[in-house]
Nanobody, 124 residues
Framework: QVQLVESGGGLVQAGGSLRLSCAAS????????MGWFRQAPGKEREFVAA????????YIHDSVKGRFTISRDNAKNAVYLQMNSLKPEDTAVYYC?????????????????WGQGTQVTVSS
């Protein structure tokens, strides 16, 4: 079992930055990959970024590449999403998720555990 709690969302102006955090508990954190997804109103949940158990490899969706960075601190049982140059189209609920079975994945189907989400709103 893995429990995930996101934090760091909020309201920011376009061009601004936010750093999302996800605190994990339960199974040993350094043994599984992590990902970030987002869901905007009326849209399907979409992949944002993923990171391997060690943090040695990351995968960033093209829509946020160059603006978002994923990282993790296994000593703190946490994964982060640094979001820079935010745009109104980045407005969504952001979820962190745990992938216990693959090296890392962009498919939501590979993630077994999910946080409750944190709202990010970018004003124009």
């Amino acid at each position: 079992q893995v429990q995930l709690v996101e934090s760091g969302g909020g309201l920011v102006q376009a061009g601004g930055s936010l750093r999302l955090s996800c605190a994990a508990s339960g199974r040993t954190f350094s043994t599984y990959a992590m990902g970030w997804f987002r869901q905007a109103p009326g849209k399907e949940r979409e992949f944002v970024a993923a990171i391997t158990w060690s943090g040695g490899d990351t995968y960033i969706h093209d829509s946020v590449k160059g603006r978002f960075t994923i990282s993790r601190d296994n000593a703190k049982n946490a994964v982060y999403l640094q979001m820079n140059s935010l745009k109104p189209e980045d407005t969504a609920v952001y979820y962190c998720a745990a992938d216990l079975g693959t090296y890392y994945s962009s498919s939501a189907y590979d993630y077994e555990y999910w946080g409750q989400g944190t709202q990010v709103t970018v004003s124009s």
